[in-house]
């Protein structure tokens, strides 16, 4: 398959999915029904395509960069697909065990996702710990699946001769190893003390005072939701501050015809099928699953950022890291999206990603919050510090889990207990919260990386450190305020306007933000929550 066709089809496919999974998530189908565009589309994985994508990359003189680089993107895709379909039928087996694997509530039988979102919503400790106890049997019940799916795919990935799936998606993903395990060293070592201070300080007031690493899952669960500062974010107020924070920029989110913001009632699409076995599911649909997606349907011309809105601060952040997603598709150059639909739909999602975190990351800030949430200073200072205690920790669990993915994708057996016991002490040391070996597999699930827009730990970080080094250029540039200046919307169109053209790595410096910093974002991190 040449090129131009091979390109007309990619596109053609990932909008047919992005389409089907949207009209699953509002509850138009029942199911996304995937199976069916994979076989549809079957011919865009398979060798002789890859092949002929590598042939012409080959053909293509150096001075080419840019068609280089979208056949790279391509070729990348393609074999990340191959794999992928190498490992099909075991994942849809595992997806079936997931589904069928419901835990025991109040006379009800919600799903592993949403006993999950009820761990975490549950405000009685005794009975948090119980429910987290429940959700993790269930989780258990398909690692032999998850292990067997690590191994397809890396089987697949030696067929294509890489060492392994941890070297195929380094390829994919333009990844230096070395820089990024560097990197995350560097941010664990100068974050640690403060970390471990301010985490004992919410222990205290939060648990029952136990030591910082003695946590467990369900004090995880807790404190990554945020609930102590619910009273500051109604329901309305995601959507509002957002159109908010973009009409500072320039941007009027409403009179953008290519994005649909869709607020969905409670009780539908995901939530419902989530929870379609409990007592209480229409409750729990709008109190419990407060969540948002962004599905590229045909960016930039058709992209939609769906919701399910729920008070408190965790859901605001999950908003605004899906919004700025939508908005990075949005205003991707629909010229470059027709002629290589590969740099928006790209295999290495940490521009996307790392777009999404320069917004979430307003939370930290207290001028923000004061402009555009109308917070009084002493409430914007307790809101920043959480928020910024909130990003902290996943920081320190994107450094963690990144090196958790590289060595569970390279490994001979994914269940060996020496390596889940390793990742286990790691995330403990990183995070202060003791994870269960159990919990490693099931984290390199594909569902899990859908709450991230399809991003792995590895491109979480590397958009994480993108996102701290444009956050300064911005500030540099245009001031302490610079999501109410004009100059500075301008400037993130015409970032948004190459997609992902460029590694985040090689988009830093084009911007004029410098190169990727592990110790300027150690710094932003301990200044904000201090």
């Not at 409990?278 to 930039?300: L, Q």
Request: aromatic content about 8%.
């Amino acid at each position: 398959m040449e090129p131009s066709r091979y390109r007309l089809e990619y596109a053609a496919y990932c909008s047919a999915r992005a389409r089907a999974l949207y009209e699953s998530y509002v509850g138009a189908t029942d199911e996304p029904r995937l199976e069916q565009l994979r076989d549809r589309y079957a011919d865009l994985w398979t060798r002789d395509a890859i092949l002929e994508l590598e042939r012409a990359r080959e053909a293509t003189p150096a001075t080419f960069e840019t068609e280089r680089a979208a056949l790279h993107a391509l070729a990348s895709a393609a074999r990340l697909g191959y794999a992928d379909s190498q490992a099909r039928e075991v994942a849809d087996e595992l997806s079936r065990c997931e589904a069928a694997s419901r835990v025991e509530r109040g006379g009800g039988r919600p799903s592993l996702r949403a006993a999950r979102s009820h761990a975490a919503a549950e405000t009685d400790d005794a009975a948090r710990r119980e429910l987290a106890a429940r959700w993790l049997e269930g989780v258990r019940a398909c690692d032999d699946l998850r292990a067997a799916r690590l191994g397809r795919l890396g089987a697949a990935a030696r067929e294509l001769g890489f060492d392994s799936y941890a070297a195929l998606k380094s390829s994919a993903t333009n990844t230096d190893g070395e820089k990024l395990s560097a990197a995350a060293d560097t941010l664990r070592a100068r974050t640690a003390a403060v970390y471990e201070s301010r985490i004992s300080r919410w222990a205290a007031r939060e648990t029952r005072g136990v030591g910082a690493h003695a946590h467990d899952l369900a004090d995880e669960l807790a404190f990554a939701r945020v609930a102590r500062l619910d009273r500051f974010f109604p329901a309305p107020s995601a959507r509002a501050a957002f159109g908010a924070t973009m009409s500072g920029l320039g941007v009027k989110v409403g009179r953008q015809t290519n994005l649909r913001v869709e607020g969905l009632a409670k009780g539908v699409g995901a939530f419902a099928a989530d929870d379609a076995e409990s007592a209480d599911a229409n409750v729990n649909a709008s109190t419990v699953f407060g969540d948002a997606r962004t599905f590229g349907v045909e960016p930039p011309a058709d992209v939609r950022l769906a919701f399910c809105a729920r008070a408190g601060a965790g859901f605001c952040r999950k908003f605004f890291f899906e919004a700025g997603r939508a908005e990075h598709f949005a205003w991707a150059s629909r010229e470059e999206a027709a002629r290589r639909p590969e740099f928006v739909h790209a295999p290495d999602r940490a521009t996307n990603a790392g777009f999404a975190s320069l917004l979430r990351a307003l939370f930290a800030e207290r001028a923000w919050l004061a402009d555009v949430l109308g917070a009084r200073p002493s409430d914007a200072e307790e809101i920043a510090r959480a928020c910024a205690l909130t990003e902290l920790y996943e920081v320190r669990r994107a450094c963690a889990r990144s090196r958790d993915e590289s060595e569970l994708l390279a490994a001979d057996d994914p269940r060996s207990e020496s390596l889940l016991a390793r990742c286990a002490a790691r995330r403990r040391e990183a995070t202060g919260f003791s994870l269960p070996t159990a919990l490693v597999l099931f984290e390199s699930s594909e569902d899990v990386s859908f709450e991230t827009g399809g991003a792995s730990a590895s491109e979480l970080l590397r958009g994480r450190l993108f996102a701290a080094s444009l956050g300064e250029h911005l500030r540099t540039r245009h001031g302490s305020r610079w999501w109410a200046r004009g100059a500075a919307g301008d400037e993130l169109i015409d970032l948004w306007n190459t997609a992902s053209r460029y590694s985040v790595e090689e988009l830093a410096p084009l911007a004029g933000a410098g190169g990727l910093d592990a110790e300027l974002l150690a710094e932003t991190l301990i200044r904000q929550v201090s």
